[in-house]
């Protein structure tokens, strides 16, 4: 049996862009076979590719939608589960429909949500046909060459949908399950890593990889109860076991876990759920088999975690403090990177401080919501690039499905202090354009009287935090630089041949023994020395 694959058909391009881009089908489990943008193409592509489920328009150019689903059937090659939408919300149309055999009928416009919910109906009517037509099977040698792999695909069918004991007997003697009808445990194992590798693998080297794990993993359940081993995702597996009540299970997990690791040299994580009786509850067990797995999150690679471990836990609603929050994008804002990552580690110390972990998903959407939350303030001052890397860290922050809480925290982190050091430089080139601004304008006044009152309100700044941000920029205090800036005017005064006393005057001093005193201060000799040395030098040049 193949996966779940659908084609979509409309003439407006825009319409099938929304479908393809804004649902995310392979988390569904639907593969995209094929599009077409009018009737003659669309039915071609439905006869090529025979795709599980068909999304069609009804009007469109060449050939209606309903026109090619007619055609289709005249031939007896409509297999389809067809859901057909127009903005046409004609009587006679759904009536038609109806009469092809249409699966549902959607009126324009419509919401994503309402694509999805039809689209999952028509997959989980599949599926349960798809189990049913097990019944049918002959024992036809080319079926018989197959079991292995229906067996696997009967057993990944078995842990979504419930099934009845009395239409199971015959299809387990037909499959040749060597496993009673009663009393199951499942477990949700995954090889830790294994899609996440450094250096990835080539493909050759994960399928030999995930053949070894499953087989050791056949050959230790073989020795102590009757099961079955299946793959459920690409680094996952599914054991079903049938254990007698005195057999341990926990036991056999971790006896699965050590072989893996002393003969495949891989570290494997294992879930157990409950032991249930009935076959229409395997579903349940295996739902509790992968919550279990779950909480690797907290336990890291390598753990073996049983249902009956977490249930018994009170449910714990995790949180840290709003006012380390706000204390945490205050530093941020500053730029303050010590103050950034202290705060963080409070905050994850905080969040994972409780005796019994919380669900992990829950911690993931906390984390989550921290991160957003830095985001939002490095956003603002972040330059189109920067803000390009954001959205890309915070969308994959979103989907990604971490493994550990300290895979987690490593990206929120990162985000934290990257964001941390833009704003720190983006914060010392506005200090350094508001300082350049005031030596602007201390040099343009050097005949008044300038306070730093007067140059802090230029640019905006209180008095106090002005002088801070001057001392730290130009390393003097603002008194200090203007009696520098001062004197170096006053040199270029006297070589141009400007009397001491109109100097005096023209930068804003009124006692001229006063300004001599500062530029002998300043120079080390006194204004009358300065131009004498540097006339005569010029004249001796």
């Given at each position: 049996?193949?996966?779940?694959?659908?084609?979509?058909?409309?003439?407006?391009?825009?319409?099938?862009?929304?479908?393809?881009?804004?649902?995310?089908?392979?988390?569904?489990?639907?593969?995209?076979?094929?599009?077409?943008?009018?009737?003659?193409?669309?039915?071609?592509?439905?006869?090529?590719?025979?795709?599980?489920?068909?999304?069609?328009?009804?009007?469109?150019?060449?050939?209606?939608?309903?026109?090619?689903?007619r055609e289709l059937k005249e031939g007896g090659e409509q297999g389809a589960?067809?859901?057909?939408?127009?903005?046409?919300?004609?009587?006679?149309?759904?009536?038609?429909?109806?009469?092809?055999?249409?699966?549902?009928?959607l009126v324009k416009p419509f919401t994503t949500q309402q694509i999805v919910?039809?689209?999952?109906?028509?997959?989980?009517?599949?599926?349960?046909?798809?189990?049913?037509?097990?019944?049918?099977?002959?024992?036809?040698?080319?079926?018989?060459?197959?079991?292995?792999?229906?067996?696997?695909?009967?057993?990944?069918?078995?842990?979504?949908?419930?099934?009845?004991?009395?239409?199971?007997?015959?299809?387990?003697?037909?499959?040749?399950?060597?496993?009673?009808?009663?009393?199951?445990?499942?477990?949700?194992?995954?090889?830790?890593?294994?899609?996440?590798?450094?250096?990835?693998?080539?493909?050759?080297?994960?399928?030999?990889?995930?053949?070894?794990?499953?087989?050791?993993?056949?050959?230790?359940?073989?020795?102590?109860?009757?099961?079955?081993?299946?793959?459920?995702?690409?680094?996952?597996?599914?054991?079903?076991?049938?254990?007698?009540?005195?057999?341990?299970?926990?036991?056999?997990?971790?006896?699965?876990?050590?072989?893996?690791?002393?003969?495949?040299?891989?570290?494997?994580?294992?879930?157990?759920?409950?032991?249930?009786?009935?076959?229409?509850?395997?579903?349940?067990?295996?739902?509790?088999?992968?919550?279990?797995?779950?909480?690797?999150?907290?336990?890291?690679?390598?753990?073996?975690?049983?249902?009956?471990?977490?249930?018994?836990?009170?449910?714990?609603?995790?949180?840290?403090?709003?006012?380390?929050?706000?204390?945490?994008?205050?530093?941020?804002?500053?730029?303050?990177?010590?103050?950034?990552?202290?705060?963080?580690?409070?905050?994850?110390?905080?969040?994972?401080?409780?005796?019994?972990?919380?669900?992990?998903?829950?911690?993931?959407?906390?984390?989550?919501?921290?991160?957003?939350?830095?985001?939002?303030?490095?956003?603002?001052?972040?330059?189109?690039?920067?803000?390009?890397?954001?959205?890309?860290?915070?969308?994959?922050?979103?989907?990604?499905?971490?493994?550990?809480?300290?895979?987690?925290?490593?990206?929120?982190?990162?985000?934290?202090?990257?964001?941390?050091?833009?704003?720190?430089?983006?914060?010392?080139?506005?200090?350094?354009?508001?300082?350049?601004?005031?030596?602007?304008?201390?040099?343009?006044r050097l005949s008044n009287d300038l306070t730093v009152q007067e140059c802090?309100?230029?640019?905006?700044?209180?008095?106090?935090?002005?002088?801070?941000?001057?001392?730290?920029?130009?390393?003097?205090?603002?008194?200090?630089?203007?009696?520098?800036?001062?004197?170096?005017?006053?040199?270029?005064?006297?070589?141009?041949?400007?009397?001491?006393?109109?100097?005096?005057?023209?930068?804003?001093?009124?006692?001229?023994?006063?300004?001599?005193?500062?530029?002998?201060?300043?120079?080390?000799?006194?204004?009358?020395?300065?131009?004498?040395?540097?006339?005569?030098?010029?004249?001796?040049?």
């Amino acid at each position: 049996m193949n996966g779940i694959t659908m084609c979509v058909i409309d003439d407006v391009k825009t319409v099938i862009d929304g479908i393809l881009k804004k649902i995310p089908w392979s988390e569904h489990g639907i593969e995209i076979a094929g599009t077409a943008a009018n009737g003659k193409d669309g039915l071609q592509l439905i006869k090529d590719k025979r795709p599980d489920i068909v999304l069609t328009d009804i009007r469109m150019p060449m050939r209606s939608g309903i026109d090619m689903v007619r055609e289709l059937k005249e031939g007896g090659e409509q297999g389809a589960k067809v859901i057909f939408f127009s903005g046409y919300s004609d009587f006679a149309y759904a009536q038609e429909s109806v009469r092809l055999g249409a699966f549902d009928y959607l009126v324009k416009p419509f919401t994503t949500q309402q694509i999805v919910d039809v689209v999952l109906r028509a997959k989980a009517l599949i599926e349960a046909q798809r189990l049913e037509q097990l019944d049918r099977m002959a024992l036809e040698r080319k079926v018989r060459e197959s079991l292995p792999y229906l067996r696997q695909e009967y057993f990944r069918l078995l842990i979504r949908h419930d099934e009845l004991p009395e239409r199971a007997y015959d299809k387990w003697e037909f499959l040749g399950i060597d496993m009673e009808l009663r009393g199951f445990v499942a477990m949700s194992v995954q090889i830790d890593g294994l899609m996440n590798e450094r250096s990835p693998l080539s493909v050759r080297e994960v399928e030999l990889t995930r053949f070894a794990v499953q087989n050791i993993m056949e050959e230790t359940i073989k020795k102590l109860a009757k099961g079955i081993v299946f793959r459920e995702h690409s680094s996952q597996f599914v054991i079903l076991l049938n254990p007698d009540k005195g057999v341990d299970v926990p036991a056999l997990a971790e006896a699965c876990r050590h072989n893996v690791k002393q003969y495949a040299k891989r570290d494997i994580s294992i879930g157990v759920g409950g032991r249930v009786e009935g076959i229409g509850e395997i579903a349940l067990s295996y739902d509790q088999a992968k919550t279990a797995l779950s909480y690797q999150f907290y336990s890291g690679s390598g753990c073996i975690i049983s249902y009956s471990d977490i249930e018994r836990q009170d449910p714990i609603t995790p949180h840290y403090s709003a006012d380390k929050e706000m204390e945490l994008l205050y530093c941020l804002r500053s730029g303050n990177r010590e103050g950034t990552e202290r705060l963080l580690a409070s905050i994850f110390e905080e969040c994972l401080r409780y005796p019994a972990p919380p669900d992990p998903e829950v911690m993931t959407n906390l984390f989550y919501g921290l991160a957003f939350s830095m985001y939002r303030v490095i956003a603002e001052k972040a330059d189109p690039n920067q803000r390009m890397w954001l959205d890309e860290r915070l969308s994959a922050m979103k989907k990604g499905r971490y493994l550990s809480t300290a895979e987690l925290m490593r990206d929120v982190k990162d985000l934290g202090l990257t964001g941390c050091e833009w704003l720190q430089k983006r914060q010392k080139n506005d200090v350094g354009q508001l300082i350049h601004q005031a030596l602007n304008y201390v040099r343009s006044r050097l005949s008044n009287d300038l306070t730093v009152q007067e140059c802090a309100n230029v640019v905006h700044l209180s008095p106090s935090y002005f002088s801070i941000l001057f001392k730290k920029e130009t390393g003097m205090t603002f008194m200090q630089y203007v009696t520098s800036a001062r004197m170096e005017k006053a040199k270029e005064l006297l070589l141009e041949g400007m009397q001491v006393q109109d100097i005096t005057f023209e930068l804003g001093y009124r006692d001229r023994p006063y300004f001599s005193e500062l530029f002998k201060k300043h120079t080390g000799v006194t204004p009358t020395e300065f131009r004498t040395k540097y006339e005569g030098a010029g004249h001796d040049g």
